[in-house]
Structure formats: structure tokens, C-alpha cells
């Protein structure tokens, strides 16, 4: 079913409103969405740098307090020596207030709940026996372990301060920072052991581990790892709520193993199975050794807000397509509201209200087609007037035309002439209502008969006005003048007073025939010349004269006048041109020759037949194509002895082309 142009229109308008905030909205998401992304990248790309730096300086503090805790044991170790050196030159052996003001600085120096910064104090003389000791070590080491820590840290021992990291004898492998001095005159070592809980202090807080503790609460990250070159987890860390997926450690271990040995890039991005991460390089503590970082983030943040950009969108997206629908519908019926109009008017004139206008005021193509419209319906009212008047007009040439067919008809001879000894016909048929071709038979007193067939040139009323001119003047003249020649000059002369110098004229043929003495006396006025096709297979034979121009043309011109011998079965044949000259768009003339054959293959049928036939041969040539040009035939023929059987029998061909 077809909808109205107002719907369509108001369709097209919502579709085309809906498709362009459609596509708007694709494209604006989309510019968010990337913009979102990529923020979200540059952002994971500065979290990157961030965690790299901040956990590399982390690491690196374990050593850096190591180094001072160690610059601190020497200071303590010299400062140590100097004052034993002192206690010993001042008294023999060292002294016990010494030793007590040491043992309580030690003990003031250390505050309650934080590890005790030394836990040994010990001084030996040349032999390695202990003279001064405090902490731990005065107590627990028995001499030959403490003769073989010294003889460790004698090795190496000078004139200056050494620190080293020892793991004692004792049976529990605890490891110890030990600063030492030997005076090389007396031989005495002094060695100062830190805290055991100090150093584990400081291992514990600046571990990897401890570092990316503290350091993954501080950024949106899901998991945590540090991978060092030979595959060892360093350290890892992850959120409570992030459940490691089978064989993911493994696989984060594999991707920055190929990290380390792939090449230097600053850092690498992959999607692994727990999701997108990037590893970047460090150097792991203590070794100096290259180590990977890497980081997995969290992907709720950047979805979270592309899901309200696009809900946003789609809310807002609907608010307008809604608009747009509702607009769409006002300016629907706005717009079609003319054409509405228009309609109106048009339907209301096609009905028949001639009368009908239509009346807009909106300055537009619609106005202008009502102002068209409203010319149009002026200019159909009066075509119809004028076609009103011009019916009747023609209905009144029609009646006309009708009435000089009729007339013209009348001037054709209704019965054929009968003679003894003659068998005479004709027929005409006009291209139009009327014709320029005309044929009579005019029967003489002595028994003589005359025959004359014409051709005005031209078609229509005008030939058939010429016609009834030259045949009222060749009538008038007949009854009273025998000869053909003087007949024709006579009529020729009537001719040209009445045409003047207007170029038309008229062809015509004129015999007289003595059927009793088998005679016949004829004049050509320009026409096609008859032929006469002998009864006894003779062939045919052309009626033509030396003189005579067509009637009309040149004033007092003189005619020929011919006479002819028939023999009992000669047949003669009068026509106009429009019978050689009926044209098929294929098959082209009927053609001179082809005519000819044909009458003579027909000659020893009834003039009757032969009439028909050559009637029904000029049909199927034309093959229901129109006249070009008027025909008439007339036949006359001499009784024959030549009975039917010795007659050609009819053969129908093909007519001539060309």
C-alpha cells in the first residue's frame, strides 16, 4: 500500500534526523572513547615510569642505609680504639669505670622498642683473649669461635677500620655487621657488632618485597612482580581480591625473562592472561644485577567510564532522536500542507470543475506551482472551448467530406455498359475520403462506347475538386464532339481557362470502342499508358501516343488520335499510377512489371476474376499497410473463343521491389 506524502516526507525527515544524530553519536563516542583510551594508555604510560623510578629508589635504600650503617661501624670502631688506646695509657689493662660509662652510653643510646643500634663491644689483646666485652657476644661465643671470627676478620685487618658481614658459629647462622680495628703496636683487636635486630630492620624495610608492599597501595594496580635475570620472583604483590589465574607467575616470568634478553627497550606491553601489563627494567639490590619490573593493570577505571560516556550518550542520543521525531511531524504537516492543496485542486479539476483554482501564499516552489496549475487550468478551459468549437468545426468537414464522397461516387458509373461482343468493368479506391481518380463509360448512339479514366494530381479535396473540373468541362464536350484528340484539346483548353497558371492538371486516357467492327480509336493526355494483352498468347502491347502533354498544363496543345485492330479475346487494361506505386515498407513497389506479369498469368480468367485477383494481389503485396495514392482499374475485353482449359492457370508471386 502507498503511503502519502506527508508520511513519506515526514519518514524521510525522521530517518534522515535519526540516521545524522546516529551517526554524530557514533562519532562522538568514538572520539571519546579513543580520547578516553588513549588518556588512559598515557596514563598507564606515566604510572609506568612512576612505579619504575619510585620502586628502583626503594630498593636502592637497603643499600644506601647499609652503607651508612656501615660508615657509622667504622666511626664507632675508631672511636672505640681511641679510647682503649687512652685507657691504656692512662692505667695498665682497661679500665672497669670505662668499661661501665661505655655499657651505660649504650644503653641510653638505646630507646625502648626499637632495636638496640649495637649489640657487641668487644676489646682483645695481642693474644686474642677478651679484656673488654659487651652485649651478647661477651657471653655466648666460646673462645676458639671467637679466635676463628677474629682470625677471619684479622685476615683482612690494618691500620684501618673494616666492616664485613659475618655469620657467627653460634649454631644459628644469624647474621651480624662486625666493624674491626688491630693496632699494629700492641696487637689488640677492637670489634663492634651491630644490632641483629637492626639489620634485620633495615633488610625487612627496604626489601623488595616491603617496597612493593607499600608501593602498590598507592596505584591502581592489580599484581606486582619483580623478576630477577636468572627467573627468581624477587618480589610480588596484588590486590586481596585478585585471584591468580593457573600458571600466571609463570607466564609473567617467561615475558620478562624475554624482556631481559631481547634488547633494551624502555618497557614492553602485553596481554597476558590476567589481563594488560607492562614490564620495564630495574636493578636488583645489593648485586647491581638487571632485574624486570612488572606491572598489571586495572581495567575497571577505563571501562567504567567509556560504560557512563556511552549510557550518557545513548540517553541524550534518544532525548534528541525523540525531538527530532516530534519537529519532524510539525514540519511534515507544515511542509505538505500545499502540496495537500494542490492536491485538492487537482482532483477537484480532473473531476471536472473547470473553474476550480488554487490559492497559496508562501513564496515558494509550492506557489509557483499553483500559479502554474491555476495557468494550466486557464489555458485547458479555453482549449476545451476552443476544441468544443473545433469538433464542431470538424464535424461539420466530416459531413462535408462525407457528402462529397458521396457526390464524387456519383460521378463513377454505378453499372458496367453492356455490348454485345464486350465484357466491360472498373473500380476506384480512394487513399482519403475522396480521390483525384475517376473512370467512366459513355455509351454512343451508333453502338459505339466510350471509355476514359482519369488521374488530378494530388490527393484528397483538392484532387477531387480538379476532378469534378475536368470531368464537368470533358462532359459537357463528349456529347457533342466523336474524336478523341478533339475532345481532349477541347477539354484542355476548358482546363487551363479554369486553372490557370496554377500548375495543376490531370491525366487522362480516352478510347472509343467499336465492339462491332472489333475497332478502337483512342488519345493519351499524359496518363499511364493501357496495355492490351492478346488473346492468343501474343504477350501485351502498350497504348501510347507521340503527342500529349497532361490536361491543364499548356493552352490549344495538340493530341495524337490512335487506331487499334482486337482480335476475339483481347483483353485492355486502363489503371492509374497509385496501382504501380502501392508501397510496402519491406517489400517496397507493386511495380510496373510485377502488375504486368500478373495480368498476363490471369488472362484467361473471367474479367470478373481477373478484376479480383488483381485487387486481392495489390491487398496481400500492401499487407494491411495504407494507400499512398489512389488506384482505379478499368478491363475491357473482346469475347473469346478460347475456352478455360486452354487457359494459363494463376501463379501468385512475390511483387517487385523498387
Partial sequence: MALRFKTRLTLTTSLLTIATIGVMALFVVWITVSGVFEQHHLSRLRMTRVATDTVQYGISLQD?????????????????????????????????????????????????????PLSDLLVTDAEGRVVFGLGEQADALRASELAAALGLLEGQAGEDPQVRELRTGDGDGRPRLYGFVRNPETGRIVLVGSGEELLRTIRREYSPQSIVDKFRTLLDLTLVVIVGDDGEILAEGRTPDAALAPGQLDEVRRFCL????????????ASLSGGEGAVTRLFAPDS???????????????GDLVDRLVQGFLVVSVLMIAAAIVLSIVLGRSMSRPLMVLEEGVRRFGEGDLHRRVALDTADEFQGLADSFNQMADSIHRYMHELESETRHRERLE???????????????????????????????????????????IPMSDGRLGVVIGDA??????????????????????????????LLRRTNNAMCRQTGATGRFV?????????????LVYSVAGHNPPFLVSGNGGGLRDLTSEHGLPLGIDFDCAFDEQHVELAPGDTLILYSDGITEARHEMRGLYGERHFRQRVQAMRALPI??????????????????????????????????????????FVHEEGETG
Avoid at 67 to 89: F, G, I, P, W
Avoid at 288 to 302: H, I, K, M, V
Avoid at 407 to 423: D, F
Wanted: proline fraction near 5%; aromatic fraction near 6%; hydrophobic fraction near 40%.
Fill in 457 to 486: 494530381t494530388g490527393k484528397g479535396l483538392s484532387a477531387a475538386l480538379l476532378t469534378t473540373e475536368c470531368w464537368s468541362a470533358f462532359k459537357a464536350l463528349a456529347e457533342s464532339i466523336d474524336s478523341p484528340a478533339e
Fill in 64 to 116: 644506601g642505609a647499609m652503607k651508612r650503617l656501615s660508615d657509622q661501624m667504622r666511626l664507632t670502631t675508631m672511636l672505640l680504639a681511641e679510647l682503649s688506646d687512652l685507657a691504656e695509657s692512662d692505667a695498665e689493662g682497661f679500665p672497669d669505670e670505662l668499661a661501665e660509662r661505655l655499657e651505660r652510653a649504650l644503653s641510653r643510646a638505646t630507646r625502648p622498642g626499637e632495636p638496640q
Fill in 608 to 649: 470478373e476474376g481477373l478484376s479480383d485477383c488483381i485487387m486481392a494481389d495489390i491487398e496481400m503485396h500492401l499487407d494491411g499497410g495504407e494507400l499512398s495514392d489512389d488506384m482505379t482499374l478499368v478491363a475491357v475485353r473482346c469475347e473469346s473463343p478460347v475456352s478455360a482449359a486452354e487457359a494459363a492457370p
Fill in 288 to 302: 647491581g644485577r638487571p632485574a624486570a619490573l612488572y606491572l598489571q593493570f586495572s581495567d575497571a577505571t577505563a
Fill in 507 to 519: 491525366t487522362l486516357f480516352y478510347m472509343v470502342l467499336d465492339a462491332e467492327n472489333r475497332t
Fill in 258 to 269: 624475554a624482556f631481559l634478553r631481547d634488547g633494551d627497550d624502555p618497557y614492553r606491553v
Fill in 399 to 441: 459531413s462535408e467530406m462525407q457528402i462529397a464522397a458521396d457526390l464524387q461516387r456519383t460521378l463513377l458509373p454505378e453499372t458496367a455498359p453492356v455490348l454485345p461482343g464486350v465484357k466491360v468493368l472498373g473500380w476506384s479506391r480512394s487513399a482519403r475520403e475522396v480521390g483525384g481518380d475517376f473512370y467512366d463509360f
